[in-house]
């Protein structure tokens, strides 16, 4: 079965209806599926076995606690990029020992958590961070075990503001670069290199980039190995991408194919740090409609969900399908084609409350006629989502569900106006009068 599913025209997660979450929870309304999650982190750890991968989950994609104590508990390690996401890992009990620590910026009070911690790895993005990690490890009578971060050069065809492995991105470094660099590790006494690593992009729906990167990368590991380094883990990242619309995601196992039999010529194991093709399908937004407008031509849907909960289609355009979580009669659910003529529907612009012409969640969508009070979801909001809400307009951030089978439990619950005012409310000046 599915995990979101339709049945006597009602949406479910699992064995649980969506609209009586939202009843007894509120809206907006983030809800996850434990099976969805699992079923994903399975597939991963199964179409890699032969590499022994370690399935880092790329704790930036969604860092609600419960979530990672559930993947932790089936074996998932960790990607984190702060110590705040390093905190939380430790905090729902995952392993720092399975836990690779990258970006771009480092500070030197991050790097001593982090080998204080006991991480697998750096993942070090540039000379100079290559520097602080040597300089805060010889401090600390330790020496750091590090990977270099390198752009392959590949094209991952996917939107720009999350494509990552090509020359002239702020990450990592170039494949000439890394080789010199890789020669200064040795003079550094603080350290060992014991990965190569590589992140070339989010939402990659094809397997050409990966075949072409990872054969750069067999080729470097010899070479850095040729140095003396003794590298044993081949770091491929994340990037795998889902279906927002419908069919123009790859199997895992598709991946697969081109990484593994390249891999396994390094007599390396593999790290993955993959983010939305766990967690990305695995959750929705439910939004309750608060009025319906007609401005011109444009018909809106003013709902309570806006960007502050869900910022992608506002921040990549990006689409994620809406839909009635009651569907009327004779109208399928939810279409497989947004594209085509859908009889019953009319083309509305999704939107919340929020001061912005930005703030919309789907522009032009077709839909069936809705009311003030009906619910909505929006798929495809498991990863990037609650992760990147903020309180602008001063709202609350959702509360969020973890659905089991027929039960369903808050694993956040839905921020009060005191936890948003209160930092602020000791500096106030006592009110005159
Ligand atoms: N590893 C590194 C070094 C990364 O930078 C990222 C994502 C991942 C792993 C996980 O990538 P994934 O498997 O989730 O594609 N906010 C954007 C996505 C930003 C991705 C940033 N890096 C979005 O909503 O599409």
Redesign the pocket.
Known sequence: MEPFHYQDHQLYCESVPVARLAETYGTPLYIYSRAALLEQLQAIQHAFAALKPLVCF?V??NSNLSLLQLLAEHGSAF?VVSSGELHRVQTAGGDPGKTVF?GVGKTDAEIKAAIEAGVLMFNVESEAELEAINQVALSMGRVAPIALRVNPDVDPKTHRY?S?GKKQSKFGMDIERAERVARHVQALPGLEMIGLHM?IG??ITTVEPYAGAVAKGVDLISRFRAQGHPIAWFNM????GIAYRGPEAKAISDFAKVIVPQVESTGCRLVL?????IAGNSGLLVSRVIFTKTSGEKTFLIQDAAMNDLI?PAL?E?FHKVWPVSVPAGLPAPPADFEAEIPGTAPCDVVGPVCESGDFLAKDRPLPPLHRGDLLAIFSAG??GMV?ASNYNTRPRAAEILVEGDQARVVRRRETLDDLLGPEQEFLKPHAG
């Not at 740090?273 to 093709?277: A, F, I, L």
Request: proline letters at 4%; zero cysteines.
């Open positions: 790329s930036k994609a990607d990258a999350i990552t992140h989010s939402q990242g994340g990037g795998f740090e993959p983010g939305r093709v992608r990549y990006s990863a990037y990147m």
